[in-house]
């Protein structure tokens, strides 16, 4: 494969896995990558996996050792320290509060761009998740999708439950998909992935090896919502093509569309997998930075933000305006 023009990285967060954002700008900048798309990972106390505990800012510590997650006001830091690196990404649990408010109020407030990571334990159907998915899209944000099955079948065809699950099936992502067709959905991780293969339903290991079988859901999940993208961050993105690389030439440049460069830590085995394959140069910049920048137009300097992006004096703020000022 042909050098991209540009690395663009969609799946990446800050102040994780024992760097701060100097640390990931100093990482970006030994991989060539110009901008990357950071996301909150909001972990409530009773999803906490507490092996994880290592990879979290310990700033983030609450007082029963559990950790908030990759939170928004370490990303915001990150984004002002490195405004032309960053790309702020926001997505608040749909369980508490109110969340599409909150998403409004870090749009106009923060410049968000993208809706992710979403990674809670809950149905992507439920109502609560549909109704942020809908303001999303209106305020034409990308939702970045983590999903992992609940149930696996175990060696010997039982299901086995799966207590660190997010999201549901492919089959909850099919109804999300079809209840919010104006908003863009960003599948990730190893629930999503082991879709690619038409063995999914029997196959036990969270990450499969092997060839992969016709027939995978993914296929009619593209073909079916064109509001469906892919990031092929992490172990799982790069393992469902690396499992059969005659395979991942075939996918890349049928869904060359719909499929975005993204690490989710540091390195490059995606890039270095990437580059050992034979795909033409006009989908390679499509996958690394095109497809990215029609979702997301980029980074926009701080001056601009200024002069854009503050929303009109509409009768809704005035009458806030008028309560502030009562005070
Ligand atoms: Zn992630």
Redesign the pocket.
């Known amino acids: 494969m042909s050098k991209p023009s540009q690395i663009v990285d969609t799946?990446?967060?800050a102040f994780w896995t024992l760097r701060d954002d100097a640390g990931l700008v100093a990482d970006m900048d030994d991989h060539g990558i110009a901008y990357a798309w950071l996301?909150t990972?909001e972990i409530t106390p009773d999803e906490m996996n507490m092996s994880e505990t290592i990879a979290l800012n310990p700033a983030n510590t609450r007082l029963d050792g559990t950790n908030r997650g990759v939170i928004l006001a370490d990303l915001i830091r990150a984004r002002d320290r490195y405004p032309d690196r960053f790309v702020l990404g926001y997505c608040p649990d749909p369980r508490v509060g109110n969340a599409p408010d909150l998403l409004r109020a870090a749009v106009s407030m923060y410049d968000v761009k993208v809706c992710g990571?979403w990674?809670y334990r809950m149905l992507l159907d439920d109502p609560r998740c549909l109704e942020l998915f809908r303001v999303a899209g209106e305020l034409d944000l990308p939702v970045?999708l983590?999903l992992d099955v609940p149930y696996l079948p175990g060696k010997a065809g039982e299901s086995e439950y799966q207590k660190n699950w997010f999201g549901g099936t492919v089959e909850n992502l099919e109804r999300a998909l079809l209840a919010c067709p104006e908003t863009h959905f960003i599948g990730?991780?190893p629930g999503f992935w082991r879709e690619i293969c038409g063995e999914a339903d029997v196959e036990p290991d969270v990450f499969p090896d092997g060839s992969v079988a016709e027939g995978g859901r993914l296929y009619e999940l593209f073909d079916r919502h064109s509001n469906l993208y892919a990031d092929l961050?992490?172990g799982s993105g790069l393992g469902a093509l690396q499992r059969d690389p005659g395979h991942a030439d075939r996918f890349l440049e049928r869904f060359q569309d719909r499929l975005l460069f993204g690490r989710?830590c540091y390195g490059q085995e995606l890039h270095d997998f990437l580059q050992s394959r034979e795909v033409p140069q006009t989908v390679v910049e499509k996958i690394y930075h095109q497809n990215a920048q029609r979702l997301v137009k980029g980074i926009v300097t701080p001056k601009a933000r200024l002069s854009s992006s503050f929303p009109p004096i509409t009768p809704q703020v005035k009458i806030s305006q008028r309560l502030i000022e009562s005070y």
């Open positions: 799946h990446q967060h996301l990972w990571e990674k970045v983590h990730h991780a961050s992490a989710d």
